[in-house]
């Protein structure tokens, strides 16, 4: 009896890890595909440039917010506007901010900390006089030439949130484990997009380079400490009938940090935020979308479904071991059969994903490294599992940073 009740465990474990596993690979095929033809104008260059405001929330980024402000104004356009919220900063941010010719709102609260209170700051800000579209990017960020443009006729064609391809690069002479690191992002942020825009499909958000009409975005529930507020505010979107869409046109680009330290954190509250969605938030919006017929949220659920790359591959080599082990000692072989199916989907997609995406971030035979980099991160997620990190904290860019 106990060994028939492990072996239903283990089939149902091996079936449920299928399903992302073969998202994942399905998203992977369709971005190989060429763009439909009557989808190419998906910069919306048709639709009128309304007024955009351009909103960025920073917390202590005095070294390098001028430049990406800088980015920033060049493509603004008469009746834009560039709005700083300087968050509970500690140095010159404000300062350093007004100087580059942006406007500042500053906001000091201890207790209410997070990226999602500084918006819902901007956004109040905004009110006395709305703009037709608010652009939210990153202090970190460097905002691609015509990317602004683009952007926000894409939401005036579409009247819905429009998201940016949001690339992060490894510093040049950056050793393996960040360009392991900047390939798995190239997956998750512009294959998986990619691949659901070949076919109409709406994409998450990722943070910055996004887009929203005024009348969304005003009402949007952003006043959140949350890890990943973008993840849940999709969602929330979605569920209104106004899920994003991509817009791999427009683009936008930050390094990762060149600290050890840094990138483990950075990548630690990312996945920490995406497992948490994914467990709480999943499945009440799974039940939306199938109670109020929604499909655009039932494929963003799906989207969600799928771990942080790394956690992936753990999780189904992890369970391939024990299904294997099972099938020794009990002769049932249906369990590791499904799971070693999902390891040759896993492996095909990531194969594809470098072959067409991949090459010039690592070489063939760095990615077959790759596993050493995985196996390396087994302490990370026992460390972020045991204790969460939910406060806004910079990232560490590199090893001689305050």
Same mark, same amino acid.
């Given at each position: 009896?106990?060994?028939?009740?492990?072996?239903? *465990?283990?089939?149902?474990?091996?079936?449920?890890?299928?399903?992302?596993?073969?998202?994942?690979? *399905?998203?992977?095929?369709?971005?190989?595909?060429? &763009?439909?033809?009557? @989808?190419?104008?998906?910069?919306?260059?048709?639709?009128?440039?309304?007024?955009?405001?351009?909103?960025?929330?920073?917390?202590?980024?005095?070294?390098?917010?001028?430049?990406?402000?800088?980015?920033?104004?060049?493509?603004?356009?008469?009746?834009?506007?560039?709005?700083?919220?300087?968050?509970?900063?500690?140095?010159?941010?404000?300062? /350093?901010?007004?100087?580059?010719?942006?406007?500042?709102?500053?906001?000091?609260?201890?207790?209410?900390?997070?990226?999602?209170? =500084?918006?819902?700051?901007?956004?109040?800000?905004?009110?006395? &006089?709305?703009?037709?579209?608010?652009?939210?990017?990153?202090?970190?960020?460097?905002?691609?030439?015509?990317?602004?443009?683009?952007?926000?006729?894409?939401?005036?064609?579409?009247?819905?949130?429009?998201?940016?391809?949001?690339?992060?690069?490894?510093?040049?002479?950056?050793?393996?484990?960040?360009?392991? *690191?900047?390939?798995?992002?190239?997956?998750?942020?512009?294959?998986?997009?990619?691949?659901?825009? @070949?076919?109409?499909?709406?994409?998450? +958000?990722?943070?910055?380079?996004?887009?929203?009409?005024?009348?969304?975005?005003?009402? =949007?529930?952003?006043?959140?400490?949350?890890?990943?507020?973008?993840?849940?505010?999709?969602?929330?979107?979605?569920?209104?009938?106004?899920?994003? /869409?991509?817009?791999?046109?427009?683009?936008?680009?930050?390094?990762?940090?060149?600290?050890?330290?840094?990138?483990?954190?950075?990548?630690?509250?990312?996945?920490?935020?995406?497992?948490?969605?994914?467990?709480?938030?999943?499945?009440? =919006?799974?039940? @939306? =979308?199938?109670?109020?017929?929604?499909?655009?949220?039932?494929?963003?659920?799906?989207?969600?479904?799928?771990?942080?790359?790394?956690?992936?591959?753990?999780? +189904?080599?992890?369970?391939?071991?024990?299904?294997?082990?099972?099938?020794?000692?009990?002769?049932?072989?249906?369990?590791?059969?499904?799971?070693?199916?999902?390891?040759?989907?896993?492996?095909?997609?990531?194969?594809?994903?470098?072959?067409?995406?991949?090459?010039?971030?690592?070489?063939?035979?760095?990615?077959?490294?790759?596993?050493?980099?995985?196996?390396?991160?087994?302490?990370?997620?026992?460390?972020?599992?045991?204790?969460?990190?939910?406060?806004?904290?910079?990232?560490?860019?590199?090893?001689?940073?305050?």
């Amino acid at each position: 009896m106990l060994l028939e009740l492990l072996r239903w *465990a283990l089939l149902l474990a091996s079936a449920a890890l299928m399903l992302p596993t073969a998202v994942l690979l *399905a998203q992977v095929l369709m971005a190989l595909l060429p &763009a439909r033809p009557e @989808r190419r104008d998906t910069a919306g260059t048709g639709a009128p440039r309304l007024r955009t405001a351009v909103l960025v929330p920073a917390h202590n980024e005095a070294a390098g917010i001028a430049a990406a402000l800088q980015s920033m104004r060049k493509q603004l356009a008469p009746g834009d506007r560039l709005i700083v919220v300087a968050d509970n900063c500690s140095d010159a941010t404000a300062e /350093v901010a007004r100087a580059a010719g942006a406007e500042v709102a500053e906001r000091s609260n201890l207790e209410l900390r997070g990226k999602g209170y =500084a918006l819902d700051h901007g956004i109040r800000f905004l009110e006395a &006089a709305p703009p037709e579209i608010v652009l939210i990017v990153d202090a970190d960020c460097e905002l691609h030439p015509g990317s602004l443009d683009r952007l926000a006729r894409r939401c005036a064609q579409t009247n819905r949130p429009v998201q940016a391809l949001d690339l992060m690069h490894a510093p040049a002479g950056a050793g393996l484990k960040i360009r392991i *690191a900047a390939f798995a992002w190239a997956v998750k942020n512009h294959v998986r997009p990619l691949g659901n825009h @070949r076919f109409g499909l709406p994409c998450p +958000l990722m943070g910055t380079g996004m887009a929203f009409p005024w009348a969304l975005i005003r009402i =949007a529930p952003l006043a959140s400490g949350h890890i990943v507020e973008d993840m849940r505010l999709g969602l929330d979107l979605a569920a209104i009938g106004a899920a994003p /869409v991509f817009c791999p046109e427009a683009l936008v680009t930050s390094m990762f940090p060149t600290s050890a330290q840094g990138i483990d954190e950075q990548r630690a509250r990312w996945e920490q935020g995406h497992v948490g969605v994914m467990l709480t938030e999943g499945p009440r =919006a799974l039940w @939306r =979308a199938l109670t109020q017929r929604r499909p655009a949220l039932a494929v963003m659920v799906l989207d969600l479904a799928v771990p942080p790359l790394t956690m992936l591959v753990l999780m +189904l080599v992890g369970l391939t071991l024990v299904d294997g082990l099972f099938a020794a000692l009990s002769g049932s072989y249906l369990p590791v059969g499904l799971a070693v199916a999902s390891v040759g989907m896993l492996g095909s997609a990531v194969a594809l994903a470098w072959w067409r995406f991949g090459r010039e971030i690592v070489s063939a035979g760095e990615l077959l490294r790759a596993p050493v980099y995985v196996l390396a991160k087994l302490p990370l997620y026992a460390r972020f599992f045991k204790r969460g990190k939910r406060e806004w904290v910079r990232a560490e860019r590199s090893d001689g940073d305050e």
